[in-house]
C-alpha cells in the first residue's frame, strides 16, 4: 500500500478526515473522472460485491437521505450507509487499489485492478477531532 493522501475539500483546521485515498486511488479516481465526468463513492454493504467502495458516476447512483458522508476523496463525496457507518464509525478508512476485478457495477470494473478499503481505528485524540459528518446527498 502506498502512503494515503487526504484530499478533503477544505477540511476545517486541525480535523482528522474519515476517508483517505493512496495515490494508486487517486490516480484511478482521476482516469474516471477525466472518462465519466463527477464521480460519488458508496461503500457496499456486503452481498454480491463484497464490501468494496463502489465507484460510480453522479447521477448514477440515487444517495439516500440518511447515507452518511464521510468526506471526500480526489474531488468525490464517499457515503456509506447508516448500518455501515454504526461498523466503521471507529475507523478511518483508506481507499486503495490493488489488482483484480471491479465490483460489477463500480466503474474501474474491467480494468485489472479494483478500489479496496483498508482501515485503522482512530486514537483517542483523534476520535476527539474527527472531520463533521453530513448526511445525504451534496448539493
Not at 458522508?69 to 448500518?83: K, L, N, Q, V
Not at 489488482?99 to 482501515?119: A, V
Request: net charge negative; proline share 6%.
Amino acid at each position: 500500500m502506498d502512503t494515503p493522501t487526504a484530499t478533503l475539500a477544505d477540511p476545517p483546521s486541525g480535523t482528522i478526515p474519515r476517508v483517505l485515498a493512496t495515490e494508486a486511488a487517486l490516480a484511478l479516481i482521476a482516469t474516471l473522472t477525466a472518462e465519466h465526468g463527477k464521480l460519488l463513492f458508496h461503500q457496499s454493504g456486503g452481498c454480491c460485491d463484497g464490501s468494496s467502495p463502489m465507484c460510480y458516476a453522479q447521477g448514477d447512483y440515487i444517495v439516500g437521505d440518511a447515507d452518511v458522508r464521510m468526506g471526500e476523496i480526489g474531488g468525490a463525496p464517499f457515503y456509506m450507509s447508516p448500518s455501515q457507518f454504526e461498523y466503521w464509525q471507529h475507523t478511518q478508512l483508506i481507499i486503495d487499489v490493488v489488482p483484480g476485478r471491479g465490483g460489477m457495477f463500480s466503474l474501474e470494473n474491467g480494468r485489472d485492478q479494483r478500489f479496496l478499503t483498508r482501515s485503522r481505528l482512530f486514537t483517542d485524540d483523534e476520535l476527539e477531532r474527527l472531520t463533521p459528518l453530513a448526511f445525504g446527498a451534496a448539493d
